[in-house]
T-cell receptor
Framework: EPEVTQTPSHQVTQMGQEVILRCVPISNHLYFYWYRQILGQKVEFLVSFYNNEISEKSEIFDDQFSVERPDGSNFTLKIRSTKLEDSAMYFC????????????FGPGTRLTVL | GQSLEQPSEVTAVEGAIVQINCTYQTSGFYGLSWYQQHDGGAPTFLSYNGLDGLEETGRFSSFLSRSDSYGYLLLQELQMKDSASYFCASHTGGFKTIFGAGTRLFVKA
């Protein structure tokens, strides 16, 4: 069964450094998402991406964040200058159709900012 | 603002039925989904309601009432492996998903 993959599984970085989190969505999916989850808290929407552009973004997704689909398979989240409070699990998800179709989540990347 | 309310935790015994409620206040509401998350794992899709009424998927059912801004997830024949967190999530226009804070379900033998 196809699945969403994410790399790396764990990223440790120093405050102020740039990080790029990578995702490979399911191949025939059209809608892509990034979420974050601080330990013990709820899943928070960051951004959705469709047709090579951002569809929606949350107030969390400020100028420090950017997303890109550099080729036909990868979907990346860049944090330009990490802060301590960026430490969280970051999940990528993809969906085939609009509306309520299933979102498939990747296993997540645990980001630790020191 | 956009918010979803669900109980923080629920405890039930193996074999029982449990209902997890969710009330929402979201503009541009499109539908309500339910996700399961085990500790250290990723959210896994369980069910979606775009229309009022009941959706059944095996041991799991989900209900939506748009007029009441209310939904619930029903888990039947509870098993120990059902111990996890359950999140309701509202969709707006298909591009934004807002999650509730989650309900921790403890299943006891």
């Amino acid at each position: 069964e196809p699945e969403v993959t994410q790399t790396p599984s764990h990223q440790v970085t120093q405050m102020g450094q740039e990080v790029i989190l990578r995702c490979v969505p399911i191949s025939n999916h059209l809608y892509f998402y990034w979420y974050r989850q601080i330990l013990g808290q709820k899943v928070e929407f960051l951004v959705s991406f469709y047709n090579n552009e951002i569809s929606e973004k949350s107030e969390i997704f400020d100028d420090q964040f950017s997303v890109e689909r550099p080729d036909g398979s990868n979907f990346t989240l860049k944090i330009r200058s990490t802060k301590l409070e960026d430490s969280a699990m970051y999940f990528c998800a993809s969906r085939k159709l609009a509306g309520g179709d299933t979102q498939y989540f990747g296993p997540g990347t645990r980001l630790t900012v020191l | 603002g956009q918010s979803l309310e669900q109980p923080s935790e629920v405890t039930a015994v193996e074999g029982a039925i449990v209902q997890i409620n969710c009330t929402y206040q979201t503009s541009g509401f499109y539908g309500l989904s339910w996700y399961q998350q085990h500790d250290g794992g990723a959210p896994t899709f369980l069910s979606y309601n775009g229309l009022d009424g009941l959706e059944e998927t095996g041991r799991f059912s989900s209900f939506l009432s748009r007029s009441d801004s209310y939904g619930y997830l029903l888990l039947q024949e509870l098993q120990m492996k059902d111990s996890a967190s359950y999140f309701c999530a509202s969709h707006t226009g298909g591009f934004k998903t807002i999650f509730g804070a989650g309900t921790r379900l403890f299943v006891k033998a």
